[in-house]
């Protein structure tokens, strides 16, 4: 075991490089810059959604921007980028400079790979903080919605889906199996904005709250006032973001209980007269459960960062979601590149562990034996 764990150790280490060498290519051809939005901003023609951000950079910039020269206006930097020709190609080379585009494309790659392997992943473009301290501004946000929302999707789905397997054709199967086909045919933010309508305030009932995480007054609360304002906050988030996973774990425990029930070894096993229950926990759940684990590093991934985008837009939490649209926005690389790198590196640790849980659940798998 020890010699897989190394193996997929340092497999590691070439796919972080071709994540990271493919990101960085696709962002050389992406139109658009850090450069260019700076341009955009003293130009007065920066609209974005979230322009809101750009902040102290683009104001002190502003003013080392104002001096133009019809000279300038020739200059060859200047036809680089869009909206440039009319300002000093001396201010465009600082920008350059400041953004780390005066060195060749290899070598700022070089540059971010060796800086990154020392997780330094230096200062947000448009925000005066670093990258470090800007993801640890919004971790709070995306681990309270990505571990509850695991906790409650699994300890509902699963033991669902196992009783769904058991009861397979009858009336208590037909209508779960309807209320988790419209649960997964329904969009989680568009059930959000239901939740907002009914019980946020929006026309019927006021119950719960439409932003944030905490209340204003969440530090002077005492310990159990600040638990319960504290799930309070998170009830609608969590329901909305839910629903899908929900239903595919749900769907996915079923159908995998049910093909392990059919198989020989569980006639064998009612037939020595074993329970039920033993038959079902005992020897059906590890197998029937490898499938649902080797789903797991996916789920997980995706619950911190893709899967909370919009539930976080919509209730107003500032999170990893939220943080990683914004920064693709507005070009802020350093933060686009430093969350790729983590949550890319998260993914094969967990996608690792997620291997050796197997061995646990049934150790009739033998890693050693195979090749990665």
């Known amino acids: 075991m020890a010699a897989y764990i190394f193996r997929r150790l340092l497999l590691m280490i070439p796919t972080i490089f071709g994540i990271m060498a493919i990101s960085f290519i696709v962002v050389q051809f992406a139109p658009g810059g850090p450069v260019e939005r700076v341009i955009a901003q003293l130009q007065g023609t920066d609209v974005s959604a979230t322009a809101r951000i750009g902040g102290s950079s683009?104001?002190?910039?502003?003013?080392?921007?104002?001096?133009?020269?019809?000279?300038?206006?020739?200059?060859?930097?200047?036809?680089?980028?869009r909206g440039a020709r009319g300002l000093d190609p001396e201010f465009i080379r600082d920008l350059e400079r400041q953004f780390g585009f005066d060195k060749p494309p290899l070598q700022r790659f070089g540059l971010m790979l060796w800086n990154y392997l020392r997780f330094d992943f230096g200062e947000s473009y448009f925000r005066d903080i670093t990258v470090l301290k800007l993801?640890?501004?919004?971790?709070?946000?995306?681990?309270?919605?990505?571990i509850w929302m695991m906790i409650l999707s699994y300890s509902v789905s699963i033991p669902l889906g196992i009783r769904k397997a058991v009861k397979d054709g009858t009336r208590f199967d037909v209508w779960t199996s309807a209320v988790i086909v419209v649960a997964y045919a329904v969009p989680g933010f568009l059930f959000a904005i239901f939740l907002i309508v009914f019980f946020a305030g929006g026309t019927f009932?006021?119950?719960?709250?439409?932003r944030g995480l905490t209340s204003d007054n969440w530090s002077s609360m005492s310990w159990p006032a600040a638990i319960?304002?504290?799930?309070?906050?998170?009830?609608?988030?969590?329901?909305?973001?839910?629903l899908a996973a929900f239903a595919t774990t749900t769907l996915l425990t079923k159908n995998s209980f049910l093909d392990e029930i059919r198989k020989q070894y569980v006639v064998t096993a009612r037939?020595?007269?074993?329970?039920?229950?033993?038959?079902?926990?005992?020897?059906?759940?590890?197998?029937?459960?490898l499938i649902i684990i080797s789903g797991f590093p996916a789920a997980f991934i995706g619950a911190f960062f893709a899967?909370?985008?919009?539930?976080?837009t919509i209730f107003s939490l500032d999170g990893l979601g939220l943080l990683g649209f914004e920064s693709v926005i507005n070009r802020d690389y350093p933060v686009v590149f430093?969350?790729?790198y983590i949550f890319s590196l998260m993914g094969l640790i967990v996608q690792?562990?997620?291997?050796?849980?197997?061995?646990?659940?049934d150790p009739r798998i033998d890693f050693e034996s195979r090749e990665v």
Do not use: C, Q
């Open 58 to 81: 683009g104001g002190d910039l502003a003013g080392a921007g104002t001096d133009t020269s019809a000279t300038g206006a020739a200059d060859s930097i200047t036809s680089k980028y």
């Open 135 to 146: 993801i640890k501004e919004k971790l709070p946000v995306s681990i309270s919605l990505g």
């Open 205 to 210: 009932f006021d119950w719960f709250p439409l």
């Open 228 to 242: 319960a304002d504290y799930f309070w906050h998170l009830a609608l988030p969590l329901i909305s973001m839910a």
């Open 271 to 289: 037939a020595k007269g074993l329970s039920e229950r033993e038959v079902l926990y005992g020897h059906v759940f590890r197998n029937a459960m």
């Open 307 to 312: 899967g909370s985008l919009l539930i976080e």
């Open 338 to 340: 430093a969350t790729l």
């Open 352 to 361: 690792l562990i997620s291997d050796l849980t197997y061995t646990w659940i």
